[in-house]
């Protein structure tokens, strides 16, 4: 089945680091750009970066740079992304999105998120 | 960056009728827009992508249209399944920004 899964929950106080793990199965993992997009509690999408998988090539919102990292693991299908320093309004569930299909940087296949609680 | 603002915030619909979402940018560009709904608890879903092709699998009640600055997501006669928030991207310019989205409730 043609899906993204993701890791679990985390709860991180401020300053600290959070490494969110996104897995790919059923279809070819290096063939499509990873993309992670945040929703904070009650607010809209917000897009913080992508990775190519091929070429762990990274480009990433200015507002996130100096903070994420996004690395991938091509033997194992899957995509990370850690955001350090740690502040209360990260708070947010973070997704990964698969690049669609003819569609260059929208998000046809998404994670089921992953709730990162800074308290 | 490009501003997406969304209208309207919240729109109270009874099943069988349509809908018609308005997302407005900031700044001009061809047709690299997407639309997504989602559901309480779940993630986003692609609708719509270059303004106006829907999907894989989406029904054809929804359609979407525009350019420039004025793109519109439309869905006629609304199924129970249709109640959801909706959300526009553009994907013409880098950052990649959002609109902070359209709930349509059940009126």
């Known amino acids: 089945q043609v899906q993204l899964v993701q890791s679990g929950a985390e709860v991180k106080k401020p300053g600290a680091s959070v490494k969110v793990s996104c897995k790919a199965f059923?279809?070819?993992?290096?063939?499509?750009?990873i993309h992670w997009v945040r929703q904070a509690p009650g607010q809209g999408l917000e897009w913080m970066g992508r990775i190519n998988p091929n070429s762990g090539v990274t480009k990433s919102a200015q507002k996130f740079q100096g903070r994420v990292i996004m690395t991938r693991d091509t033997s194992m299908s899957t995509a990370y992304m850690e955001l350090s320093r740690l502040k209360f309004d990260d708070t947010a569930v973070y997704y990964c999105?698969?690049?669609?299909?003819?569609?260059?940087?929208?998000?046809?296949?998404w994670g089921q998120g992953t709730l990162v609680t800074v308290s | 960056d490009i501003v997406l603002t969304q209208s309207p915030t919240t729109l109270s619909v009874s099943p069988g009728e349509g809908a018609t979402l308005s997302c407005r940018a900031s700044?001009?560009?061809?047709?690299?827009l997407a639309w997504y709904q989602q559901k309480p608890g779940q993630a986003p879903r692609l609708l719509i992508y270059?303004?106006?092709t829907r999907a894989t699998g989406i029904p054809a009640r929804f359609s979407g249209s525009g350019s420039g600055t004025e793109f519109t997501l439309t869905i006629s006669s609304l199924q129970s399944e249709d109640f959801a928030v909706y959300h526009c991207q553009q994907y013409d310019s880098w950052p990649l920004t959002f609109g902070h989205g359209t709930k349509v409730e059940i009126k």
């Open positions: 999105a698969r690049e669609a299909v003819g569609a260059h940087n929208c998000f046809d296949l």
């Open positions: 700044q001009s560009f061809s047709t690299n």
């Open positions: 059923g279809y070819s993992f290096s063939g499509h750009d």
């Open positions: 270059d303004a106006s």
